[in-house]
């Protein structure tokens, strides 16, 4: 899902996407001599050839074509209703634009069999619009929105892209709008589609045009054109109506060696950001059990957990080795504490 796996990016043969497509059986046996060009988990290479054993997968673990689940279990609940494998009418012509002579010739719309999962999709923008909502909270009976947030962790990347864009599981990463963008871009012969999410503005946009040259990464630009023009507002502050008492403790400042933190309650989460700079360093969510768990930061997943003393009061924080007192050096805490 990452295109880590080191397979080829295309089948062998024609090219498919302007080819009468084969059943998987004729796919799968024209690859036996098929070497693949790079080792799996090495680096990011882009394969059609992967999404296409990924559509066999899906249908030889749920049973029935791959298209059928996408229907069922995608299309369906989130209402995409002109969203479908063949064209519907009515539906654009799609063409090729000549590169030197700008005359149009019609593009053949093919069935690619075994190939399609790799990108056979007809849709509509506002099917498209349907799926940017989605992309951006999730949806009940769908996918949750914390597993999209998982999909949208980079899994893989190149040198060449270094830190401008990388790969999550099935969503391509980009650079741009606030921080990350998330989405895809696609092509089929005489169309071009493109479709980004800013998750952290809960902005999307996306883009349709039935020629093969030009537009694809259109939605990057314009979620840029509006970061840069439309800055988000910051949400409305609400008062917090309770603050749980193991988070009331843990409040104000504390120290790491000489290092001055603010821990402070903002969100339902305990914020903390450096004393000096002001920069945010982690996060953390109140347990059950009265410790913390990081959301954020160097500390993501570790727990900090609350030490006290024998009355009761908090003498020190710990989180992995990493120990905060109130005050530097406390010398009635262990290491980091006075020598």
Request: hydrophobic share 40%; net charge negative; aromatic share 10%.
């Amino acid at each position: 899902m990452s295109h880590a796996g080191g397979l080829p990016s295309e089948p062998p043969g024609t090219w498919w996407e302007r080819s009468p497509g084969v059943a998987f059986a004729e796919l799968a046996a024209a690859l036996e001599d098929t070497k693949a060009p790079l080792p799996p988990d090495q680096q990011f290479h882009y394969s059609n050839l992967a999404w296409a054993l990924l559509g066999e997968v899906v249908a030889r673990h749920r049973g029935g074509a791959w298209w059928e689940q996408v229907e069922a279990r995608i299309l369906g609940p989130l209402g995409m209703r002109r969203t479908s494998y063949l064209r519907q009418e009515p539906a654009a012509t799609g063409y090729s634009v000549h590169p030197f002579a700008d005359t149009l010739a019609e593009e053949p719309a093919m069935d690619t069999g075994a190939m399609a999962p790799a990108g056979q999709v007809w849709s509509t923008l506002e099917d498209l619009a349907t799926y940017v909502e989605f992309l951006l909270h999730g949806r009940d009976g769908v996918l949750s929105g914390s597993t999209l947030a998982e999909m949208a962790i980079p899994q893989s990347g190149s040198e060449a892209t270094g830190l401008a864009g990388g790969y999550g599981l099935g969503l391509q990463l980009v650079a741009g709008g606030s921080g990350t963008l998330v989405g895809h871009g696609g092509s089929m012969p005489g169309f071009l589609a493109g479709l980004y999410v800013d998750r952290r503005r809960e902005t999307g946009a996306a883009v349709l045009a039935n020629g093969t040259s030009g537009m694809r990464m259109l939605p990057v630009a314009l979620l840029d054109i509006l970061e840069e023009h439309e800055p988000a507002f910051p949400r409305r502050w609400r008062p917090a109506a309770t603050v749980p008492e193991p988070v009331t403790e843990v409040l104000g400042v504390w120290h790491w060696g000489n290092t001055g933190f603010t821990f402070s309650y903002t969100g339902g989460e305990v914020v903390v950001t450096g004393l000096r700079n002001g920069v945010l360093a982690y996060k953390f969510r109140l347990r059950e059990d009265g410790d913390f768990v990081g959301t954020e930061g160097y500390h993501l997943g570790e727990t900090l957990h609350v030490v006290r003393n024998r009355d009761g009061s908090v003498n020190h924080l710990e989180c992995a080795t990493f120990i905060y007192t109130r005050v530097p050096y406390d010398p009635r805490s262990p290491i980091p504490g006075a020598v």
